[in-house]
């Protein structure tokens, strides 16, 4: 199973990103994905989730009505797309997969990890 989320990079403060994640060996038609950050070891936020199945999502407060998380099936792909970012944004961004039909906000409930891409948000 891999994980492989790119799209991070440097904006000032009102920017937008969109972030990708790949997956592959691993079919998650049933189980949620979710996009966490670490802004400072060894906390791991939660940002936002998404069910495969039907796309019911869930998003942090700091991040609702900024972030927007969605998925291609066809392309086994998940993405968030950040917009008015602030300098708070910061952080290392990683995708991640559970192996269990419950959606958590808990980063230990979620059992695989792409590598993290790095999101720099000056004021």
């Not at 049933?30 to 791991?44: K, L």
């Not at 796309?55 to 927007?68: C, E, I, L, P």
């Not at 979620?110 to 000056?122: A, K, M, N, P």
């Amino acid at each position: 199973v891999q994980l492989q989320a790119c799209g991070g990079g440097s904006v000032q403060a009102g920017g937008s990103l969109r972030l990708s994640c790949a997956i592959s060996g691993l079919a998650f038609s049933h189980y949620p994905m979710a996009w966490f950050r670490q802004a400072a070891w060894p906390e791991r936020e939660f940002v936002a989730s998404i069910k495969w199945n039907d796309g019911r999502t869930d998003y942090a407060d700091s991040v609702k009505g900024r972030f927007a998380i969605s998925r291609d099936n066809a392309k086994n792909a998940m993405y968030l797309q950040m917009n008015s970012l602030k300098p708070e944004d910061t952080a290392v961004y990683y995708c991640a997969g559970r192996s269990m039909s419950i959606s958590s906000r808990t980063p230990e409930d979620y059992t695989f990890w792409g590598q993290g891409t790095l999101v720099t948000v000056s004021s």
